[in-house]
């Protein structure tokens, strides 16, 4: 298995000189642990890469990915932007006193509270979704007496699996404008004639998990054939060109990512051409990376407990976490891999299934793994669950939500408390 960690003399994993198992007793499990320097290292290599190019350029943190205020001060730090979704998003950010210039809304309900708040926020740029949206705003820039920058979200036609996207006409989804059904070209025109909005640009996001540019190049072609046609017909140039995030992860040995550069790259060389062809000025270009910045840089420690053998065919070990920290196998058969934190230099000997304990079949975290020789209470590091593992965690079988760890440069930081059984039951009230 191919991972970035090193062993100390123990045979112990450690992550960013912190030894996991020391981790995983001093805060109990299961535990998140992120490698802070990673994160930094990750968002740098986008904004270097745009530096490089001397393209102007927001790299915004899609904070869906995994928020918390601590996250959110790191990606401050490293000059990120913000991709917020909802008003939770927005809250934790304004916590985290991230400068709200550099914050962008997106959601394809956004309800008036949370325009309103965004409005009030003055936060640098809201993502137009959908004709009722529009309408909301205007109502509420006229009774706030103010203005704001939008990008309006389009679905260029494109769709991004992994390694396959697909073509659509006429693209079925719940999110943005169709570009090719003139709904995009109606929404901007509408957006255009509302004194109080500054329509900045256009957005899009062809999906998630992505391990090509050429989806990307595709969407770039799509949105400048749009964009020549209201250059000509509405003299408008767009100032910002959004593309999304859905940059590609290692999360087993079956996949194969680029480097972070390469879509940088090919984004921009691609947008170079087009603006070349169309003879139209060249747009500040804003990305949107979650997974490709977090992803990576997180693992989650689990305690190993429960085992039931069944000769001949499978042995479970159950560990005291599954799918309320991590639904993405039980959701999308997501694979990752693991290995035993306390015994990383031991050979593997045997051959086992990590079984989550919630009360479900579904509940399984990885199908054959290989491990050494295990006994009750060894920990579990299961690797790249940075992103969407502690943000999509629930409360099925009221199990609390466990704890989050910073690490960096050999110091360890709580920086998400580990629920207590009070906060369970904090909003319940008795019916007796
Ligand atoms: N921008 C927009 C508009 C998005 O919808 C998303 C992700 C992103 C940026 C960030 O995408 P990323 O760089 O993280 O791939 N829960 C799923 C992923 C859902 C992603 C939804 N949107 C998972 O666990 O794989």
Redesign the pocket.
Known sequence: MNHPYKLNEQGHLMIDGVDTTYLAEKYGTPLFVYDVTAIRKNAQAFIKTFESLRVKAQVAY?S??FASVAMLQVAKQENLSL?VVSQGELYTALQAEFPVEKIHM?GNNKSYQELEMAVQHDIGCIVIDNFFEIELLREILEKNQTTVNVLI?VTPGIEAHTHDYILTGNEDSK?GFDLSNGQAEQAFTILNEIDSINVKGL?C?IG??IFETDGFVMAVQRLFQKLSEWSQKYHFTSEVLNL????GIRYTDEDDPLPLENYVEALVKEVKKQTDHYQMPFPEIWI?????IVGNTGITLYSLGSKKEIPGIRNYVSVDGGMTDNI?PA??Q?KYDALIANKADHPLTEKVSIAGKCCESGDMLIWDLDVPSIEHGDFLAVFSTG??GYS?SNHYNRFPKAAVVFVENGEDKLVIQREAYQDLARNDLSYE
């Open positions: 899609a869906k990915a991709d997106h979200r999110f957005h996001h998630s998990q999304g995030g859905g940059f949107e990376p979650g997974r490709s993405r959701l999308y997501a992103a969407y999509m």
